[in-house]
């Protein structure tokens, strides 16, 4: 199985801030590599596929990009509803795996 | 605009079965793969199988975890995704998602979830 590993786990930001998240494959995954959003109590919701490619209805503040083994994701302009946890997954292979999660707080 | 609504969760006994359902509206069901995620209280996202479209036979993709217990299946007469889990154990216990599956099958829509609770 290819393990995916985000760091940091948490990370606490203020408003305005840009923040990144790594990712990390266990194996190359070329650019099948997905960014999702679960705000607390929510469902996940789907922001970026192919590592850079925003999902329709996404804002722009909202950039990935990588390949290979190494991904980040960058949030722009941080602001109150961008609280949420953020989960990496690749779809490479089977199984499909996710990162463990990375929680976005706001100061 | 796409929705997907499960339902069918509940509280089972350890060993007992049960069986989910996801509907679809907004888009064309059949053209697409569709996959279950689940998610244990407090924990991150397990990937939970995947089932094909008609063109692939329905053909069927499982987690290791859930193998040999679970069988994806779908009518798209009725734009219905299903997931019969049997055996269940309390690792079972979580919330579970359907989702859809486009393009480079990447996940594009998820539904809001139905909670399973495996307790004795």
């Known amino acids: 199985d290819i393990q995916m590993t985000q760091s940091p786990s948490s990370l606490s930001a203020s408003v305005g801030d840009r923040v990144t998240i790594t990712c990390r494959a266990s194996q190359d995954i070329s650019s099948r590599l997905a960014w999702f959003q679960q705000k607390p109590g929510k469902a996940p919701e789907s922001l970026i596929y192919a590592a850079s490619t925003l999902q329709s209805g996404v804002p722009s503040k909202f950039s990935g990009s990588g390949s290979g083994t190494d991904f980040t994701l960058t949030i722009n302009s941080l602001q109150p509803e961008d609280l949420a946890t953020y989960y990496c997954?690749?779809?490479?292979?089977?199984?499909?795996?996710f990162g463990q999660g990375t929680r976005l707080e706001i100061k | 605009e796409v929705h997907l609504v499960e339902s069918g969760g509940g509280l089972v006994r350890p060993g007992w079965s049960l069986r989910l359902s996801c509907v679809a509206s907004g888009f064309s069901f059949s053209d697409h793969y569709m996959d279950w995620v689940r998610q244990a209280p407090g924990k991150g996202l397990e990937w939970v199988g995947r089932?094909?479209?008609?063109?692939?036979?329905?053909?069927?993709e499982y987690a290791a975890s859930v193998k040999g217990r679970f069988t994806i299946s779908r009518d798209d007469s009725k734009n219905s995704l299903f997931l019969q889990m049997n055996s269940l154990k309390t690792e079972d216990t979580a919330v579970y998602y359907c989702?859809?599956?486009?393009?480079?099958?990447?996940?594009?829509?998820w539904g809001q979830g139905t909670l399973v609770a495996v307790s004795s």
């Open positions: 997954q690749q779809y490479k292979s089977y199984p499909i795996t």
């Open positions: 989702t859809r599956v486009s393009g480079d099958s990447h996940f594009d829509n």
């Open positions: 089932i094909r479209k008609k063109f692939n036979l329905y053909s069927t």
